[in-house]
């Protein structure tokens, strides 16, 4: 089993800045994505940016410019530093590790931006 730990959400300001943090623990032994998606209120989870095990980036169209992923490899860790936070970034936000053909997904944290 895979185990993912998130930790980093809150209350951010507009414009103001937020880092989240992922950890993963157990059976890890090929290569693997790790990513970040968010599910706002009334809406589904989306994509807001993914990593591969060689770097490779991908970001929503949203947050291009403002967020930036990146990974420790020897932590098997992954973050988002979240930049010029807006309103309609609010949601809960997850961490995925995909390996293989199996994806796990971390147990969500909160981030509000609001004034």
């Known amino acids: 089993q895979v185990q993912l730990v998130e930790s980093g959400g809150g209350l951010g300001q507009p414009g103001g800045s937020l880092r989240l943090s992922c950890a993963a623990s157990?059976?890890?032994?090929?290569?693997?994505?790790m990513g970040w998606y968010r599910q706002p209120p009334g809406k589904q989870r989306e994509l807001v940016a993914a990593?591969?095990?060689?770097?490779?980036?991908n970001y929503a169209d949203s947050v291009k410019d403002r967020f930036t992923i990146f990974r420790d490899n020897a932590k098997i860790a992954v973050y988002l530093q979240m930049n010029s936070l807006k309103p309609e970034d609010t949601a809960v936000y997850y961490c995925?590790?995909?390996?293989?053909?199996?994806?796990?997904w971390g147990q969500g944290t909160q981030v509000t931006v609001s004034s």
């Open positions: 157990g059976r890890i032994f090929s290569r693997y994505t």
């Open positions: 995925k590790i995909g390996i293989a053909l199996y994806d796990y």
């Open positions: 990593i591969t095990e060689g770097g490779r980036l």
